[in-house]
């Protein structure tokens, strides 16, 4: 049945027969009639049901609802004289669908720490934070597509199972079968892995089509267990041929300020609870975003504005060390005051198809720093020059030979081109305002942990 509650509750004019299907949160026993709170995922807010003891099965099912119940409500809307509600249905038929056993089920009516939701990831998105979250994640996807789709940009399916380890830290889960008698084989031919990022090939396409983006799951064999890493997780990686830095930069910018503007105009109800219980302020931090120009820095000035800081920083600041947290932090929340983006990297912390510049030392990279989070985006001009490329490459250590079809695209019509990969999570984690990366996606895969 499709969900109504989100349209109901302002729905007007009343008095007519409505129904709709959901899970009860509370049941509230007085007099004649059981007051039943019904929710159905559609929005943060709960339809209050009476059901008058002249029902049929009041008795029987009615007065045995608890808290996880499935329910079938037809009914009559009106007007509620109640505080902080606008309509309430008077159930002509309320269905029992399915029973929840009150000894047994985990979710009553009381606050449940993020830790113990954690280990129910099956049921955790029937709270009411998590299931705010599902919406807001839902709609900075829908935001996404659909900035893309207004410019012009293609969307390209990159594999996911892939022989090109695009960051070069080979941090990649090996894909391998069986064989009978239990020792690994290549079923590609080759060793494969999960992809770390679907630029290389979304590369491929740019020099075919123009402006195109992906936006699919990504892996990291990386065994870091902390609040802000995730073994699967979802990338926003946009390309585009005859595009050099600044104009990555402006996309980058453009895009965060739509999606931040377009879910605050859609979500604004599961955003005031995240203000209110999660992030004090997190309306006015997202307001900041779109409302104001992001700063500007080279890496080279960021690491002698953090020297000069007077600050003792957990990891040591120094020219050729990539900044970490605290560092971008520290000039996002502290000396900016803003979303702030830092270009010009060192060449050796940075992947070789990053463009060289004309220093020798330093590449054409850009990352976007947030408050609250550091880094949210990351992307480079991409490196045109079949000879320097080659360079890079050999430089790094990678096979020339496993990524002579990425050489090729030098080879064969070469054009300045760029573009930025964003992590999806991190999004959803600075709108939110929720400190654990895995309270933001549906069922977190870390190290000793892939529940469902």
Not at 355 to 363: H, I, Y
Not at 411 to 419: A, E, K, Q
Not at 430 to 450: D, H, L, Q, Y
Request: hydrophobic content about 35%; aromatic content about 10%; glycine content about 8%.
């Amino acid at each position: 049945m499709k969900k109504r509650i989100r349209e109901l509750i302002k729905d007007k004019p009343v008095d007519k027969t409505v129904s709709i299907a959901g899970w009860i949160r509370t049941r509230r026993d007085t007099g004649e009639f059981s007051f039943l709170e019904v929710n159905d995922g559609s929005c943060l807010a709960n339809m209050q049901i009476i059901a008058n003891e002249d029902l049929e099965n009041y008795s029987r099912e009615i007065k045995q609802l608890t808290t996880g119940c499935s329910v079938i409500i037809r009914g009559q809307l009106k007007e509620s004289p109640a505080k902080g509600q606008e309509v309430e249905i008077h159930a002509d038929e309320v269905i029992v669908v399915g029973l929840a056993d009150p000894k047994t089920y985990p979710l009553q009516k009381k606050r449940h720490s993020f830790e113990f939701l954690r280990d129910l990831s099956h049921l955790r998105p029937r709270t009411n934070a998590l299931g705010a979250v599902s919406r807001v994640r839902s709609r900075l996807s829908y935001g996404v597509h659909q900035f893309f789709q207004e410019k012009g940009f293609f969307q390209v399916h990159t594999p996911i199972i892939t022989t090109s380890d695009c960051e070069g830290a080979g941090e990649m889960f090996q894909v391998t079968t069986p064989d009978q008698k239990g020792k690994g084989q290549h079923f590609f031919g080759q060793s494969a892995g999960l992809t770390v990022s679907g630029q290389l090939q979304a590369e491929v396409y740019a020099l075919s089509l123009g402006d195109v983006y992906t936006f699919g799951p990504t892996f990291r064999a990386e065994n870091s267990n902390t609040s802000r890493h995730l073994a699967e997780f979802w990338m926003i990686e946009p390309e585009m041929p005859f595009c050099d830095l600044r104009g990555n930069m402006q996309i980058a910018e453009d895009l965060l300020k739509y999606v931040l503007e377009d879910v605050v105009g859609n979500c604004i109800e599961d955003l005031n609870l995240f203000d209110k219980f999660i992030e004090k302020g997190l309306l006015s931090k997202l307001h900041g975003i779109v409302d104001k120009k992001f700063g500007h820095t080279t890496y080279t000035e960021a690491v002698e504005i953090l020297l000069k800081a007077g600050k003792k920083f957990e990891f040591p600041v120094e020219w050729g060390t990539d900044l970490q947290s605290e560092h971008e932090r520290y000039l996002t929340e502290v000396v900016f005051k803003c979303p702030l983006i830092v270009t010009d990297y060192p060449a050796a912390i940075k992947p070789f198809y990053m463009r060289m510049n004309d220093d020798g030392k330093t590449v054409a990279a850009m990352d976007i720093l947030v408050p609250g989070i550091g880094e949210i985006v990351g992307g480079s001009q991409r490196e045109e020059r079949f000879d320097v490329l080659k360079s890079r490459m050999l430089e790094a250590q990678i096979d020339i030979n496993e990524y002579d079809w990425y050489l090729d695209l030098r080879r064969y019509g070469t054009v300045p081109h760029s573009g930025f990969g964003l992590g999806f999570e991190r999004l959803v984690q600075f709108v939110t305002g929720m400190k654990n990366i895995r309270e933001v996606i549906p069922f977190p895969r870390t190290p000793g942990s892939a529940p469902c």
